[in-house]
C-alpha cells in the first residue's frame, strides 16, 4: 500500500439534499478512511463535488419551472453544507459546472478524439416532436422487458435492476409530453469498450480477485462475460459540458464520461489552492487511488471510467473500489421521489450537537455486503445503550473520580500493566479492519475496549479501595485514564465532534495512529485534565415518535397520491378532469397482425423463491400447459413467494428469453397495480387448464 492515497467518494445528484442511504454507503466510511489514513500520517487527497449535468437535474428543473443553474446552485449550497455539518471532511469539495471542469472534461474527450479512440456513429434514436428534442435514456419510459415494470427508464429498470436501453422498452414514451417518441438520426461519438476487454480482464479478473469486494468484482465479471459493446460518449442535450468539436452544436458530453473526470478537475483545483502537483496523485504509479460507490455504480467506476483513463494513456487505475450496498429506512427502499427518506440538513436542525450519534448509528449498519435497514428505534437504541450507557458512562467514570480523588490530577500507576497491552491490541485490530474496509467490524473493536474499561472499573472498583488501598485505587485509575485517552484518539475517524471533546476535556492533542499502537503510556503521572462533561445524552421516547410520524405522515400522503391517480371516471366530471394529468395518450394503432404476434396462456406457478442479493426479484416455476419453464419477476415487494405457489397466472410465452441476475427468464406475467401501488396478477374468474390462448 502506498504513502499517498487519492480517495474520491461518488459525485452527489445536485437535484436534491443527501439522505442517510447516501451517508451510509458512501460519505461516511470514505472519511472514516480518510480520516484513519490522515492519522496515520498518509498524504491524502479528499476528494468529492456536486454532479450537476445529470438528467435528474435538469427533470427537477421541468418539475419545479426554474432553470437546470437555479437547481444545481440551490442543491449545491445544501448538499456542501450538508456533508460539512456531518463532519465529513473533504479536502475539496467543487461541482461540475466549475470553468476548470468544463477545460479539463474537454480537453480529455479532445485527447482520445486526436488519438482516434471514438468512433462515429449515425444511430436512430428516439425524439419528442411536441417537444422537439432528443430524449436522454432518462427521458423515456416504458414496460420493462424482463420483469414487467411499466416505469421503467430507458437506461435502467428500478424495479429489477436490469440496465437497459430504450429501444428494450415495451410501449416507451417520452416524460416531456407523454407522448410516443420517434426515431430520428443523429451522430455521437462512441468508445468502443470491446476494445478493453482485455486489459479490463487481466487488470481485474485476474488481478483483483483476492482482494475486491465480492459484489463488485461479481459484477464486472458479469459485464465481462456478457461481452462489452460501444457506449456513446456524447448526447444531444442542451444541458452540460459541450462537445469540444466543430459542427458539434447542441451535443454534450456524456454525464458519466464527464462527471468522474471531475475527480480530476476537482484534485487539481485543490492542488493550485495548496501547491501540490496534482500528477503525483494521478499519474505516479506508487499512488493508491481508492473510489467509494453505491453499488448502482459499478460499471461506470470498474469499466466505464478506467476504459477512458486507459484511452487516454496518461493516469493510474483505481487500488479499490470499495461499493456499498443499499441502506432501506423502516424496512422500506429509500425514495427520494416518495420523500421516503432522513434527509441529512433536517437531522442536523433537528438533533443539534449529536452529529457523532447518527455517524456511529449508521457505521454501525452500514451496508458493507448486503443491503442493511435503518429504524429510528434501532437509532435511540444504540444511542442510549452503547454510546451513553457503555461509552460515555466509562469515560465519565474515569474523568469524574479523577476529579473527585485527586483534583484532576493522572494519579500514579504501574506503565507495565497487562491491562493496557488491549489498547495496543485494538488500536492494530481497529487499522487492520479499516485498511480491509471493514468499517462495521473497526466500530466494534472501538466499541470493545470501551466494554473491556467498564468491566475493569467494575472489578478494580477504585471507589470502594481508595479507602483501605489508595494506591491500588491510583493505580486503577491511572489505567482507566489511558483507556479513556485510547477511545479519545481512535474515535476521531467514527466520531470526530466526540472525539474533539475528549481530547479537550484530557487536554490533549491528537497523536500519530502509530504511536498509539506502540507507547506505553498515553497520558502522564501528574498531567491535569479539564472539568468532566457529558459526551452523549439519551434520546427520549418522545422524540422518536416524532422521528416515525414524519415517516407515516408522509406514507398517508404517498397514499392519497396514488388514490388520486387511479381516481375512477365514475366518480364525476370534476374527477374526469384530472385524469389526462396522469394517464398516457393512448398508444399508435397497431394492426391485427400485430396483435396476433402475442401469445398470451393461462399457465399455474410450481415453486417461487428469491432471488440471492436481488430484494425485487423472485424466481419461478411455471407450468405453461406447453413446457415447465423458468420466469424471474420483479414482485418480490408485492408478495412472499410460499403465498403464490398453485397460482395460476398469465404468462407471455413467446417474449425471447433474457438473463437476470444469471438466471435465464423464459416470459412474462400479466400485472397491473393497486391503488395502494402494489403489484397483483391479472388471473382468470375460474381455474382453467394450463396452456389456453388469450385473446
Not at 446552485?73 to 445544501?78: E, L, P, T
Not at 482516434?116 to 432528443?134: C, I, L, P, R
Not at 421503467?152 to 410516443?180: F, K, R, W
Not at 470502594?464 to 474515535?491: M, R, Y
Request: a negative charge; proline letters at 4%; one cysteine or more.
Amino acid at each position: 500500500m502506498s504513502d499517498r492515497k487519492l480517495i474520491t467518494a461518488a459525485l452527489p445528484y445536485a437535484n436534491g439534499p443527501v439522505h442517510i442511504g447516501h451517508l451510509a454507503g458512501v460519505y461516511i466510511p470514505a472519511d472514516v478512511y480518510a480520516r484513519f489514513q490522515r492519522r496515520s500520517g498518509k498524504d491524502v487527497a479528499f476528494i468529492c463535488g456536486s454532479d450537476e449535468h445529470g438528467i435528474p437535474i435538469t427533470i427537477r428543473a421541468k418539475k419545479e419551472g426554474v432553470t437546470p443553474q437555479d437547481i444545481v446552485d440551490k442543491y449545491h449550497g445544501i448538499i456542501k453544507k450538508s456533508f460539512a455539518d456531518l463532519g465529513i471532511s473533504f479536502d475539496e469539495y467543487s461541482r461540475t459546472t466549475s470553468a476548470k471542469h468544463y477545460d479539463v472534461s474537454q480537453d480529455f474527450f479532445k485527447t482520445l478524439y486526436n488519438k482516434e479512440k471514438f468512433t462515429e456513429e449515425v444511430s436512430e434514436q428516439y425524439f419528442d416532436e411536441q417537444a422537439n428534442e432528443f430524449l436522454a435514456d432518462r427521458y423515456i419510459v416504458g414496460t420493462c422487458p424482463n420483469c414487467g415494470n411499466v416505469n421503467a427508464y430507458g437506461d435502467q429498470c428500478e424495479n429489477c435492476g436490469s440496465t437497459l436501453s430504450p429501444s428494450e422498452l415495451i410501449n416507451p414514451h417520452s416524460m416531456l409530453s407523454g407522448n410516443v417518441p420517434v426515431l430520428k438520426e443523429t451522430k455521437n461519438w462512441y468508445l468502443p469498450l470491446n476494445d478493453y476487454e482485455t486489459f479490463l480482464n487481466q487488470w481485474i479478473i485476474e488481478g483483483h480477485k483476492d482482494d475486491w469486494k465480492t459484489n463488485v468484482y461479481g459484477q464486472v465479471k458479469s459485464w465481462l462475460n456478457d461481452g462489452l459493446k460501444p457506449r456513446a460518449m456524447t448526447r444531444d442535450l442542451n444541458w452540460g459540458v459541450p462537445v469540444p468539436l466543430p459542427n458539434a452544436e447542441g451535443k454534450v458530453l456524456y454525464v458519466w464520461f464527464d462527471a468522474p473526470i471531475g475527480y480530476i478537475s476537482f484534485t487539481q483545483e485543490w492542488a493550485e489552492k495548496t501547491g501540490k502537483n496534482w500528477k503525483d496523485y494521478w499519474q505516479d504509479p506508487k499512488s493508491d487511488l481508492i473510489h467509494f460507490i453505491g453499488k448502482d455504480n459499478i460499471v461506470f467506476h470498474c469499466i466505464i471510467f478506467p476504459a477512458m483513463m486507459k484511452a487516454h494513456g496518461d493516469y493510474i487505475m483505481p487500488t479499490n473500489v470499495p461499493a456499498f450496498e443499499f441502506l432501506n429506512l423502516e424496512n422500506e427502499k429509500i425514495s427520494t421521489s416518495r420523500n421516503w427518506a432522513v434527509w441529512a440538513h433536517e437531522y442536523v436542525e433537528e438533533f443539534p450537537g449529536q452529529q457523532d450519534v447518527l455517524r456511529y448509528a449508521l457505521l454501525s449498519s452500514a451496508p458493507e455486503t448486503k443491503d442493511n435497514n435503518f429504524t429510528w428505534k434501532d437509532f435511540q437504541t444504540k444511542n442510549n445503550s452503547e454510546l451513553v450507557g457503555i461509552f460515555g458512562n466509562f469515560i465519565n467514570r474515569v474523568a469524574v473520580l479523577i476529579h473527585k480523588y485527586y483534583d484532576g490530577v493522572i494519579p500514579a500507576g504501574n506503565a507495565d500493566a497487562e491491562e493496557l497491552l488491549e489498547i495496543k491490541r485494538s488500536a492494530a485490530e481497529i487499522a487492520q479492519y479499516l485498511e480491509n474496509f471493514e468499517f462495521r467490524n473497526s466500530l466494534t473493536a472501538l466499541m470493545n475496549l470501551a466494554r473491556f474499561g467498564n468491566q475493569y472499573l467494575q472489578v478494580e472498583e477504585p471507589w470502594k479501595t481508595i479507602k483501605d488501598n489508595p494506591e491500588k485505587a491510583a493505580h486503577s485509575l491511572f489505567v482507566g485514564a489511558q483507556i479513556a485517552v485510547a477511545l479519545a484518539q481512535l474515535s476521531e475517524p467514527f466520531m470526530p465532534f466526540s472525539s474533539e471533546k475528549l481530547l479537550t476535556m484530557f487536554n490533549l492533542e491528537k497523536l500519530n495512529w502509530s504511536d498509539i499502537e506502540t507507547k506505553d503510556i498515553l497520558i502522564e503521572t501528574g498531567h491535569q485534565i479539564n472539568e468532566a462533561s457529558l459526551l452523549f445524552s439519551k434520546i427520549e421516547d418522545a422524540t422518536i415518535e416524532f422521528q416515525i410520524q414524519k415517516l407515516e405522515n408522509t406514507k398517508e400522503e404517498n397514499k392519497k397520491a396514488v388514490a388520486l391517480q387511479t381516481v375512477s371516471q365514475s366518480e364525476g366530471a370534476e374527477a374526469e378532469a384530472q385524469i389526462p394529468k396522469i394517464l398516457l395518450p393512448a398508444k399508435d394503432e397497431i394492426q391485427f397482425d400485430d396483435f396476433t404476434k402475442i401469445d398470451l396462456r393461462t399457465a399455474t406457478i410450481l415453486t417461487a423463491e428469491k432471488v440471492e442479493k436481488a430484494d425485487k426479484l423472485l424466481k419461478f416455476t411455471v407450468d405453461t400447459g406447453v413446457d415447465v419453464r423458468t420466469v424471474v419477476s420483479g414482485v418480490a415487494e408485492s408478495f412472499k413467494p410460499e403465498e403464490l405457489i398453485g397460482k395460476q397466472v398469465m404468462i407471455l410465452l413467446n417474449l425471447a428469453p433474457r438473463k437476470i441476475r444469471g438466471i435465464v427468464s423464459q416470459g412474462m406475467f400479466l400485472l397491473t397495480t393497486k391503488a395502494d401501488g402494489k403489484l397483483t396478477f391479472v388471473t382468470p374468474d375460474e381455474d382453467v387448464a394450463n396452456g389456453i390462448e388469450i385473446g
